[in-house]
């Protein structure tokens, strides 16, 4: 899917050790019903699977341990896993890349500012609550608006 406008959001994804090399960026683009996400990551660890947890997080900043600071999913309609907000398809491995093109209508731009986006080390299950069994957060990033012009 091809998108040529400016994203109104976008969340630079890093990581700390031992993921060092995890490196990309999550654009968001409000369209009229729906929020139009694409995912573009490269360092990618090996994990037998080659899914990832990707989830939009409460939390407002990386920070802390392990990412502690980023709290439980997005969920601001207090939904059983995984109809939460935050609760977003997982990421395919292709030799550590990974490209997404997702289209949601769980919640606008506006509400996601400030929020995170967190990699998990391993496939959400889609049913083991609260938040699907995705292991360890691995990367992360802080989503910050976009002025247009």
């Known amino acids: 899917m091809q998108n040529n406008r400016r994203p109104n959001a976008r969340a630079i994804i890093k990581s700390p050790e031992p993921y ?3 490196r990309g960026e999550v654009l968001f683009y409000q369209e009229r019903d729906s929020v ?31 990412f502690s600071n980023t709290g439980g999913h997005f969920n601001p309609k207090n939904l059983p896993h995984p109809s939460h907000a935050g609760d977003l398809p997982p990421l395919l491995s292709n030799h550590g890349s990974a490209y997404m093109t997702v289209k949601t209508d769980r919640f606008r731009v ?40």
Do not use: W
């Open 36 to 66: 139009l996400i694409t995912v573009k990551i490269s360092g990618l660890p090996q994990n037998g699977a080659g899914f990832y947890g990707f989830h939009i997080h409460e939390g407002k900043s990386c920070g802390g341990e392990d």
């Open 20 to 22: 060092l090399h995890i």
């Open 110 to 149: 506006r509400d996601i500012i400030g929020r995170t986006v967190i990699i998990h080390a391993g496939p959400d299950d889609f049913h083991t609550r609260p938040s699907g069994n995705a292991g360890e957060k691995i990367a992360c990033g802080v989503i910050k608006a976009i002025r247009n012009r």
